[in-house]
């Protein structure tokens, strides 16, 4: 019998503020701590980001948490997206006893950031790639 993802009233009304603002369907929500991250699919996070950031202040200002709005994709590409804006220097996937692991390196200036305060993003992107892509872990260098 297949699992199914619950979704609580919070994250359905972020869906339907993120449609209403955007005009584009947020294909998942995750909320951690004082962030909220929307993805969404291939070739819409223009759309959802609009000219000048303008829609992805306007949620920041509606929701009064900070916006991130992620375009999902093929593995590679997709943790690539979840860094951004600090471009990875380098990716590799390896098959572990563990499983699958994601070793990723940024420049030695943005590595602080990319982690964030107390590994923040960081944890948002191992929830996020662990479940649409079964790699267990992401190991920043």
């Known amino acids: 019998m297949p699992e199914w993802d619950v979704i609580s009233q919070e994250t359905l009304r972020y869906m339907q503020l993120f449609e209403s603002v955007t005009s584009v369907r947020a294909k998942e929500v995750m909320e951690e701590e004082d962030t909220i991250v929307f993805l969404v699919d291939k070739g819409k996070l223009g759309q959802a980001i609009g000219k000048g950031a303008h829609r992805l202040k306007k949620l920041e200002e509606l929701l009064k948490k900070k916006v991130k709005i992620v375009e999902f994709d093929d593995e590679e590409n997709f943790i690539r997206n979840l860094f951004k804006p600090f471009p990875l220097t380098s990716l590799d996937i ?3 006893t563990a499983g699958r692991v994601a070793y990723v390196a940024v420049e030695p200036k943005d590595k602080g950031k990319a982690i964030g305060e107390k590994g923040k993003n960081l944890h948002i992107v191992k929830k996020l790639v662990k479940k ?3 790699i267990v872990n992401v190991v920043v260098a």
């Open 94 to 96: 390896r098959d572990e």
């Open 132 to 134: 649409h892509y079964e």
